[in-house]
Every structure is written in C-alpha cells, then in structure tokens.
C-alpha cells in the first residue's frame, strides 16, 4: 500500500478492509468502536481479546455470535400470555455478552426494521414467533428472511395481510413491502402496490398460523414492475430482483453500523456486495465491519445511543445489569419499548431519542444501575474506581475533562455515602450516552 | 377595550388564591389592575384534547331514543335507554353520563354529532393517523414521503416560534405520546406523575458536579446536543414541579384518568405556560360484551371532565380552557353477535368549556339513513379542527375544510 491516500475515495475503497497503519490506528478506541457497534457494548475481556490479533481477526470474531441462541426458558412463559416475560428475557439477552450477541443485535435491528408492534397484534405467541424468525434467519439469506416476514402471523395481523381479500382488498401489507422493507419510495407506483395487493391476498391465520385460503385469493392476471406475478413468492421475487431492493438493506446496514442516514453511492456498493454475497447478511456484515469506513477513526461518527445501547454499554462494561422487568420498564420510558415499536417505521432514533422526558429517564435509569451496582460492589478505594469505571464505560477515550474534578469531589465527601452519587453522576454523563 | 367584558371581570384577581400565579415566569404581575388584550390574552387560551382510543361507540354515548330503528338495530345495547339522561329534541346521554348532562345544560357542553371524514377508515391505526395528523390521508394520490407532523404538534411549533415559549404542549400519560403531538420528529414532553418527572435526588455538591460536567464544550456535536438536552430537562423538570404545586386539588374522581387531570389542572393554574394538553383513556374497542365496559368507560369519562370543569370554574379558569373529545371512529350502527359492536364510522365530538358553542351541533344522525351499514358522516373533523385552530390557538388551520363554529362568538 503506497503511501498516497486519494482525497476523496471510492465507495469501494471505503468498504474495503481496513489497514491498521495507512488507514489509522487499531487501537483501543477503534477495537471498542468496532464491539460497541456491534454487540451494543464492550466487555472487557472482547476488547483485550481484538487488540491481541489483526482487525480481520477481531471481526471474525464477533461474526462468530451470528448464531441464535435457543431460548427455551422463555418459551415456557408464552402461556402466560404477558409479553413482559418476552421484553424482559430480550432485555437481558441485549445487555449481557454472550455467544449470540451479534445475533441479538442484528434482530434488534430487523425488528426496528420490519416494526410490528404487539400493541396491535395483541398476541404474545406471534410475536416470539416473528422474534424468533428474526433470530433464525437474520444473519443469512436476506430473501429468506423477507420470504418468512411476508406470511408470518404477527406480520399477517400487524399490517392487515389478514383482510387482504380478493373482494376486498387491502393495500397495507404491500405498501410497507415496498417503502418500508424492501425498495424505499420512489421506486415503484401506485399501481404496483395495487397489483401486489391483489398476489398477497388470500393469506389468514387460524391456530397461529398463516394459511393461505385460495378461495380468498385474487387468481386474475396481476403484473408488479412489468412482471407477471401470482402469488406472496412472486411478489417476494420481484422485490428482490428489483435494483432497489440490495440498495435498501445496504442502507439499513449502513445507518444500523456505520451511523450514515443516507449516500447512494456507499449504499449501490455495499448492495453489490450483498448481492455477490448471494444476499448473506454475515457476509457483507463481516465486510462491513472490517472495513476503512467503519473502522478509520477519521470517518468515526459518534451518535446518540438508544436506550438498548445505553443499557447494554453499562451491562458489557462494567457488568451491571437491572433486573431484566425493571430493565424493560426503563427501555420503554426512555423511548424503547421492546416489541411495541410506535409506529410502522419503528424507532427514528438519533436526536430523536432525546427530549426531556427521555432525558429524565435516562437519569432515572442511571440511578437505578447505580444503585445495583451499589448493592453489588466490594471495597475499594473510590480514587481507583473512578478510572476504572471510565475505562471500562468509555474504553479508549480520554477522560473526560471533567474526570479530575469529579475525582477530586469524589475523594474530599464522605466515600460510603456518595459512592452510589458519584455513580450515577456518571452513568447520567453525556459522554455515556454516545455510541 | 372600554368596559371590561363579564369574562374580563371573572380573569381578575379576585377569584383566584392570592399568590397562586406568583414565580411563574409566564404570568405577569399586576394582572388583577387590568386584563393585557391582543395577542397575549388569546396566549392564555389552554386546549385540552382527550383521546378515547379504541373506537368509542357514538350510539350508545349519545343516544336517539325516539328513532325505533335504534331499538331494532340494538335489542341488547338500547336496554341503555332506560337509565339515560335527556338531552333535547330525542337525543340522550347513556346512563353513566349524568355529569356531562349537567354540563349540557348549564351550556358548557358542545356535541357535534356525524363527525368523520371521507371514506371511512376502519383500521385503528389508519383513521388515528388520519385524526392525528388532520389529514385525510388515505385520500392523498401523490406517493409523498410519509407526513408525520400531529395537528397539535404543528401548532404547537407554530405557537412556540412566534412566542417563544415552551413547552407548547404536554401529554400527561404513562403512554408514548399520541402522534397528534409530533412535529418534524421531536418527541413531545410526556409526564404521568410529578415524581416520576424528577431527576434523581443528589446532594448540592453533586448538582454543582453536573453543572460542570454540562458546560464543557468539548466532543462532537452529538455531545454538545446531549448536554443541551440534560439542561433543559432539568429546567423543564423544575418549571413542572413549580407549577405543580404541593397541593393535589380535590373533587377529582380517584382512578388514573382521574388523577391525570388533576394534574393537568394544577399545570395549567401554575402556570406551566403550556397551551395544549393532551390525555388518552382507552379501553373504547368493544366488540365484545360491550355494555358493563363502555358504562365503565363512559362513568370515568363524564365524572373526570365534569370534575375538571368545576376545579377550572372555582380557580377563575374556565374561559381560558376548552376541552375536546374524540374517537378514531364510531361503532357500526347494528349490535353484533357477541353482544357489542364493530369498528364503523362517523361518531360524536364533545367540546366541553365556558367558550364552547353548548347544544347540539353539526347535523343529526338518522338510523334510517346510513351507508353500508354505518352512519354516514355529516360534519368533516377538520372544519371542527379549523375553528379550534384558528379563533382559540390562533394558528393556520392545516386544511382547507370551512370551520364549523365550535366556539361562541
């Protein structure tokens, strides 16, 4: 690699592998910045674990927490009926590193992405069910994935699949197939969602399951993007053959890991890579995340984190979890509630996430970690503590410049009482509340 | 302004507890010598909107006892008429409602009967997105991004960027904020409870530690926007606890609804400076078993308005607030088989203050005539909208549709 760096590269040339050297340091900062976007938090151990080998290796890594787990005890709370079991098991899966916390985050994402909300499916069966298809079939095949999402129940339910009937149409499904899941806006007509109405009629759900009635089904000729379809395949097909559709999942990529909200020529690239790819989202992920756009520390775009990502910072960091109900009952008043996404569009994020109500939530929230982590903590000497603590909430950055101050203040009052203040001082900081 | 009006006189200090306004930032002193006219007084003017989630049944609310074809579409749920609290001219409140039928006639309480919109919507979510954003968007042709903006969120700004002044407009609730309150992405404030609207309780050494900690000026902007966004929820949380007060008021009925509009009361008499507030009561879907639920319902609804107008009358308030009720849609016109109703159309408005237009408004129903079974609407929801936004927020109306006159004067 000579040494001349183009000013302006190419989308290629971003997303290619990253060069510790040329491309920046692989340091701290950035091996934190890599687990932090993609596991939602660092834990300690992962961090010295990436800096011992190459960023390839690091990535290799996390890659290898692709797989779902097999969440069995929850299942037996689905006769309960209360979703809270599912959050709750969810939250502590999110916030707790593990073998499958790629996989955990990469549903976190799909199901910001295709948002059913159980607000009206009203089902708690149906939404671990679509869970844990995001679970299954997130990390590989993409078209797999929209296949399922295009006849699973909740879905079906959420977005009215179940009305769609040859005598009465129902557009709903179809729409958001396109400018939601798979194309964007702009890349398709009213009349294509009409027609795509028309092939994904039929479809109900008896005894949890989706089934397809041909009684209900609009058989009449039907054509979508110029192409003759029947049916849900079909109209999955189309989609996915459609040049958009490998753009769009770049996209959702690109804004989830990178932080970019929109850039054609980032997205046309990546797309192509998916597609090459045979549309596996490990594949081009793993690309992706060793690459001189996500990790060159001058292309680092700091943001805010979503609740998730705040409680999982403190849970991979330093080890302090809430009780996984009271973890869902803070995700919910700081904005994120999982499961019950508010709108079709899932969770804008970013600033959005920021008002003053949230913003008291979160220094609630900070209140509550730091009086578990009171409970739990042992002795030690507070001077020490406060290093620490921001090494392992803020691995690789500087401390803040508020850190010697606090650190005085800390020293000089009386070190039992205040601990738990100090704490959430802490944990309540701005500097925490970046991903 | 010459002779000061009847309502003029009833602003002035006199009825108001001595020192009640004191320390608000928004409420000027002097205010018992004279009433400040224009602009500032119509500032004063408070909206509340109260969101009947689920599709609230209009016929049996408001009910036609002298049409028979009522009887004959609802064997089961007309046996309401027996307790019912007349009204005028053949229309009655359900049973559960006799303080609303006080309102009523006492002149405070406005009906708007038939009120919809084009081509009824009967999914939950679309025809609340359609209230919500005062759009009837499911109408709209052109494959435009997806407008987010609620019609109190548009005002809202619209209000706070010729004053000024936040917050606009504040839900009090448990539940995210409807979208109504939504404007270009920023998430209204929401409270459920005064205590759960406090930051933590820290020692003064530690608050002076975080006002160090927010005012470096170091990092990225998403920092910089973060630490602005911990100094105004602090800020905010302390104008809210001022205005609060330390007293609940009484005479409110004590369940959740309730409550919420206590505390909506003492925001507004403290001086929050909020111009809208919005509460949602759920539970309106009954398509089962309908009548035990909706007299629920109904019960909490009436005795907490009512109970919000007496404490707005006995504090001086009550021609500064106007209250609105609505539903994302009514119910189907014939009972079903379960002994409840399905989702239908055109449904009922309430308007409920000393400002409001009392009676029956807009056009009467007929179960005679209706469309596909439902009843048609007679009165667009926007015209109700119109009036609200243009003569008591004073804000551009969004839509096009004439105002229906919802106010006196």
């Known amino acids: 690699m000579d040494s001349f760096t183009p000013m302006r590269p190419t989308a290629n040339e971003l ?9 920046g340091p692989w340091d701290r900062a950035t091996a934190a910045h890599l687990l932090r976007r993609a596991q939602l938090g660092v834990a300690p151990d992962a961090l010295e674990s990436a800096l011992a080998g190459t960023p390839a290796q690091a990535v290799e890594r996390v890659l290898e927490t692709s797989g779902p787990a097999d969440p069995t005890a929850v299942r037996r709370t689905l006769t309960t009926g209360e979703l809270h079991f599912v959050q709750a098991d969810w939250a502590a899966r999110l916030c707790t590193p593990s073998a499958h916390s790629l996989n955990e985050r990469l549903a976190l994402m799909w199901h910001g992405h295709f948002a059913t909300s159980d607000a009206k499916v009203d089902d708690v069966r149906l939404m671990f069910g679509q869970l844990e298809t995001l679970r299954t079939l997130g990390s590989g095949d993409f078209r797999e994935l929209l296949g399922a999402i ?16 040859a005598k009465a149409p129902n557009e709903n499904l179809a729409r958001e197939l396109f400018e939601l899941f798979g194309l964007g806006i702009g890349n398709y007509t009213e009349h294509d969602i009409q027609e795509a109405a028309r092939a994904l009629s039929g479809w109900t759900v008896r005894g949890r399951q989706a089934r397809f009635d041909p009684r209900r089904h609009d058989a009449g000729e039907k054509r979508v993007f110029g192409k003759s379809v029947s049916d849900v395949d079909d109209v999955v097909l189309a989609v996915i053959e459609h040049p958009a559709c490998s753009r769009w999942v770049a996209r959702r990529l690109l804004s989830t890991f990178v932080g970019i909200a929109e850039d054609a020529a980032l997205e046309a690239a ?31 775009r700091p943001r805010v984190a979503s609740p998730v990502e705040y409680l999982a910072s403190v849970g991979f960091g330093l080890g302090v979890r809430l009780k996984p109900t009271e973890a869902v009952e803070h995700l919910a008043r700081m904005g994120q509630d999982l ?56 691995p690789g950055q500087g401390a803040p410049s508020w850190a010697d101050e606090l650190r005085a203040e800390a020293q000089s009052t009386n070190m039992e009482s205040a601990r738990g203040e100090w704490m959430t001082l802490l944990l309540a900081s701005p500097e925490i509340h970046l991903s | 302004m010459n002779q000061p009006t009847r309502r003029q006189v009833l602003r002035t200090g006199a009825l108001l507890p001595a020192g009640a306004l004191l320390g608000s930032p928004w409420i000027r002193t002097g205010r018992a010598a004279a009433w400040p006219s224009g602009a500032s007084d119509a500032d004063e003017r408070v909206l509340i909107v109260v969101q009947l989630t689920g599709g609230n049944d209009g016929l049996n609310t408001v009910l036609p006892v002298e049409q028979d074809g009522w009887y004959r579409a609802r064997p089961t749920l007309s046996s309401v008429a027996a307790g019912r609290h007349d009204l005028e001219d053949g229309w009655a409140l359900h049973p559960a409602m006799n303080a609303m039928a006080s309102l009523y006639h006492e002149g405070r309480l406005g009906i708007v009967q038939g009120v919809g919109y084009p081509v009824p919507d009967r999914s939950h979510f679309h025809s609340m997105a359609i209230w919500h954003t005062g759009r009837v968007t499911h109408l709209e042709t052109d494959n435009a991004a997806r407008q987010d903006n609620g019609w109190l969120g548009a005002a809202a700004a619209e209000w706070t960027a010729r004053t000024g002044r936040s917050p606009a407009a504040v839900h009090v609730g448990p539940q995210a904020p409807p979208a109504s309150l939504i404007h270009e992405n920023r998430p209204p404030v929401a409270l459920d409870t005064i205590a759960n609207f406090q930051l933590p309780k820290r020692s003064s050494r530690a608050w002076q530690a975080r006002e160090r900690m927010l005012a470096v000026n170091e990092g990225p902007d998403a920092l910089t926007f973060l630490r602005q966004g911990a100094r105004d929820a602090r800020s905010l949380s302390e104008r809210v606890s001022a205005a609060a007060g330390s007293t609940t008021p009484e005479g409110f009925p004590a369940n959740s609804f309730g409550r919420r509009l206590a505390l909506t009361s003492r925001l507004i008499r403290g001086g929050l400076g909020a111009r809208i507030y919005s509460l949602e009561v759920g539970g309106f879907d009954t398509h089962n078993d309908q009548l035990p639920l909706h007299e629920n319902l109904l019960r909490t609804v009436s005795n907490g308005l009512a109970a919000l107008d007496a404490d707005l009358q006995a504090s001086g308030w009550s021609d500064r607030v106007v209250t609105l009720v609505f539903s994302e849609f009514g119910r189907r016109v014939h009972e079903n088989l379960s002994r409840g109703t399905d989702h239908g159309a055109a449904g009922p408005v309430f308007l409920m ?35 609200l936004q243009s003569r008591w927020l004073g804000v551009q109306p969004i839509s096009g549709v004439p105002s229906l006159r919802v106010l006196e004067g």
């Open chain 1, 150 to 165: 295009a006849v699973d129940p909740a879905m079906l339910i959420w977005l009215d699949g179940v009305e769609n009937r």
């Open chain 2, 353 to 387: 203050g000393a400002p409001v237009r009392g009676g029956l408004l807009g056009q009467a129903p007929d179960i005679e005539q209706l469309e596909r079974g439902d009843l048609p609407f007679t009165t667009d929801f926007r015209s109700i909208y119109a009036d």
């Open chain 1, 15 to 23: 997303l290619d592998p990253f060069e510790p050297g040329p491309d």
């Open chain 1, 339 to 394: 499961l019950r996404p508010p709108t079709v569009e899932g969770w804008k994020g970013g600033r959005t996430w920021i008002s003053p109500s949230s913003w008291i939530a979160r220094e609630r929230c900070a209140a509550a970690l730091a009086a578990r982590w009171e409970a739990s903590a042992t002795e030690r000497g507070l001077e020490g503590d406060l290093d620490a603590w921001l090494t392992a909430l803020m």
């Open chain 1, 270 to 300: 990546l797309g192509d890579r998916l597609v090459s790819a045979d549309w596996r989202i490990d594949a081009v992920l793993g690309q992706l995340l060793g690459s001189r756009l996500m990790l060159s520390s001058e292309l680092r």
